[in-house]
Protein backbone atom coordinates (compact mmCIF):
# COMPACT_ATOMS: atom_id res chain seq x y z
CA UNK A 1 0.00 0.00 0.00
CA UNK A 2 3.01 2.71 0.59
CA UNK A 3 4.34 1.96 -2.59
CA UNK A 4 1.04 2.55 -4.32
CA UNK A 5 0.57 5.65 -2.07
CA UNK A 6 4.40 7.08 -2.98
CA UNK A 7 3.37 6.06 -6.51
CA UNK A 8 0.21 8.81 -6.44
CA UNK A 9 2.25 11.77 -4.64
CA UNK A 10 4.94 11.34 -6.91
CA UNK A 11 2.68 11.29 -10.05
CA UNK A 12 0.51 14.05 -8.70
CA UNK A 13 4.14 16.33 -8.24
CA UNK A 14 4.82 15.59 -11.55
CA UNK A 15 2.06 16.77 -13.03
CA UNK A 16 2.37 19.84 -10.80
CA UNK A 17 5.83 20.35 -11.97
CA UNK A 18 5.09 20.27 -15.84
CA UNK A 19 2.11 23.06 -14.83
CA UNK A 20 4.81 24.69 -12.94
CA UNK A 21 7.55 24.83 -15.90
CA UNK A 22 4.90 25.74 -18.44
CA UNK A 23 3.66 28.23 -16.31
CA UNK A 24 7.05 30.24 -15.45
CA UNK A 25 7.44 30.16 -19.30
CA UNK A 26 4.35 31.67 -19.65
CA UNK A 27 4.88 34.46 -17.27
CA UNK A 28 8.26 35.34 -18.88
CA UNK A 29 5.68 35.47 -22.27
CA UNK A 30 3.60 37.70 -20.51
CA UNK A 31 6.27 39.94 -19.01
CA UNK A 32 8.30 39.99 -22.54
CA UNK A 33 10.98 43.03 -22.17
CA UNK A 34 10.84 43.51 -18.82
CA UNK A 35 13.12 42.67 -15.89
CA UNK A 36 10.63 40.33 -14.30
CA UNK A 37 10.67 38.27 -18.20
CA UNK A 38 14.63 37.31 -17.04
CA UNK A 39 13.71 36.47 -13.68
CA UNK A 40 11.31 33.92 -15.05
CA UNK A 41 13.34 32.82 -17.70
CA UNK A 42 15.75 31.88 -14.83
CA UNK A 43 12.98 30.52 -12.47
CA UNK A 44 12.12 28.01 -15.72
CA UNK A 45 15.27 26.39 -15.99
CA UNK A 46 15.22 25.68 -12.34
CA UNK A 47 11.71 24.73 -12.64
CA UNK A 48 12.67 21.98 -15.66
CA UNK A 49 15.77 21.07 -14.01
CA UNK A 50 13.82 20.27 -10.65
CA UNK A 51 11.00 18.33 -12.64
CA UNK A 52 13.80 16.41 -14.37
CA UNK A 53 15.53 15.26 -10.49
CA UNK A 54 11.89 14.12 -9.56
CA UNK A 55 11.47 12.40 -13.00
CA UNK A 56 15.01 10.34 -12.10
CA UNK A 57 14.03 9.67 -8.70
CA UNK A 58 10.74 8.12 -10.00
CA UNK A 59 12.72 6.32 -11.96
CA UNK A 60 15.38 5.01 -9.62
CA UNK A 61 11.85 4.28 -7.07
CA UNK A 62 10.44 2.21 -9.66
CA UNK A 63 7.38 4.52 -10.29
CA UNK A 64 5.64 4.35 -13.22
CA UNK A 65 4.48 7.98 -14.74
CA UNK A 66 1.30 8.11 -15.03
CA UNK A 67 0.75 9.73 -18.26
CA UNK A 68 -2.98 11.34 -17.60
CA UNK A 69 -1.70 13.17 -14.98
CA UNK A 70 1.05 14.21 -17.18
CA UNK A 71 -1.63 15.43 -19.67
CA UNK A 72 -3.90 16.92 -16.75
CA UNK A 73 -0.89 19.62 -16.01
CA UNK A 74 -0.44 20.29 -19.44
CA UNK A 75 -3.75 20.90 -20.47
CA UNK A 76 -4.04 22.87 -17.12
CA UNK A 77 -1.56 24.84 -18.11
CA UNK A 78 -3.02 25.30 -21.73
CA UNK A 79 -6.26 26.52 -20.05
CA UNK A 80 -4.74 29.27 -17.91
CA UNK A 81 -3.52 31.01 -20.89
CA UNK A 82 -6.57 32.68 -21.22
CA UNK A 83 -7.26 33.76 -16.80
CA UNK A 84 -3.52 34.71 -16.36
CA UNK A 85 -3.23 36.83 -20.10
CA UNK A 86 -6.32 39.48 -18.65
CA UNK A 87 -8.34 38.34 -20.90
CA UNK A 88 -11.26 37.61 -17.97
CA UNK A 89 -10.48 40.61 -16.13
CA UNK A 90 -10.09 43.11 -18.85
CA UNK A 91 -6.37 43.51 -17.01
CA UNK A 92 -3.03 42.58 -18.21
CA UNK A 93 -1.90 43.20 -14.48
CA UNK A 94 -4.69 40.84 -13.14
CA UNK A 95 -4.01 37.76 -15.27
CA UNK A 96 -0.05 38.79 -14.19
CA UNK A 97 -0.40 38.92 -10.31
CA UNK A 98 -2.64 35.58 -10.97
CA UNK A 99 -0.21 33.94 -12.59
CA UNK A 100 2.93 34.86 -10.34
CA UNK A 101 0.43 33.77 -6.97
CA UNK A 102 -0.22 30.19 -8.41
CA UNK A 103 3.55 29.96 -9.21
CA UNK A 104 4.20 30.88 -5.69
CA UNK A 105 1.91 28.27 -4.61
CA UNK A 106 2.75 25.61 -6.79
CA UNK A 107 6.75 26.28 -5.63
CA UNK A 108 5.86 25.82 -1.66
CA UNK A 109 3.99 22.64 -2.63
CA UNK A 110 7.30 21.37 -3.96
CA UNK A 111 9.54 22.58 -1.35
CA UNK A 112 6.79 20.54 0.82
CA UNK A 113 7.38 17.46 -1.78
CA UNK A 114 10.80 17.56 -1.03
CA UNK A 115 10.49 18.05 2.39
CA UNK A 116 7.97 14.77 2.81
CA UNK A 117 10.82 12.81 1.02
CA UNK A 118 13.27 13.47 3.17
CA UNK A 119 11.23 12.49 6.27
CA UNK A 120 10.62 8.73 4.22
CA UNK A 121 14.42 8.54 2.59
CA UNK A 122 15.41 5.85 4.99
CA UNK A 123 12.34 3.76 3.68
CA UNK A 124 13.61 4.44 0.49
CA UNK A 125 17.11 3.85 -0.15
CA UNK A 126 17.19 5.46 -3.78
CA UNK A 127 16.14 8.73 -1.80
CA UNK A 128 19.47 8.89 -0.24
CA UNK A 129 21.03 9.67 -3.41
CA UNK A 130 19.33 12.77 -3.77
CA UNK A 131 20.38 16.13 -2.13
CA UNK A 132 16.70 16.85 -0.85
CA UNK A 133 18.09 19.23 1.41
CA UNK A 134 19.48 21.47 -1.29
CA UNK A 135 16.27 20.88 -3.23
CA UNK A 136 14.38 22.52 -0.24
CA UNK A 137 16.51 25.31 0.13
CA UNK A 138 16.21 25.96 -3.87
CA UNK A 139 12.77 25.55 -3.15
CA UNK A 140 12.63 28.24 -0.74
CA UNK A 141 14.95 30.75 -2.53
CA UNK A 142 12.46 30.62 -5.85
CA UNK A 143 9.48 31.05 -3.58
CA UNK A 144 11.26 34.11 -2.19
CA UNK A 145 11.78 35.40 -5.56
CA UNK A 146 8.20 34.75 -6.51
CA UNK A 147 6.57 36.28 -3.70
CA UNK A 148 9.38 39.69 -4.02
CA UNK A 149 7.80 39.86 -7.97
CA UNK A 150 4.21 38.84 -6.97
CA UNK A 151 4.17 41.91 -4.07
CA UNK A 152 5.40 44.35 -6.61
CA UNK A 153 2.49 43.22 -9.17
CA UNK A 154 0.15 43.17 -6.62
CA UNK A 155 0.79 46.79 -6.18
CA UNK A 156 0.13 47.74 -9.82
CA UNK A 157 -3.01 44.95 -9.96
CA UNK A 158 -4.54 45.75 -7.01
CA UNK A 159 -4.14 49.53 -6.56
CA UNK A 160 -6.90 52.10 -6.54
CA UNK A 161 -4.42 53.99 -8.78
CA UNK A 162 -4.24 51.38 -11.54
CA UNK A 163 -7.07 51.84 -13.11
Known amino acids: MAQKAMDVYL ?24 PLAGVMDALHAEIEEDRETLAGLMESLGVTRNPVKQATGWLAEKASRVKFSGLSSGEREHGLFMALE ?29 DLDALIARADAQYATLERERLAVAARALSTESG
Open 102 to 130: SMALGVQGKGSLWRALREVRADHPPLAEA
Open 11 to 34: NDHLGGATLGADLAGQIAELAQDT
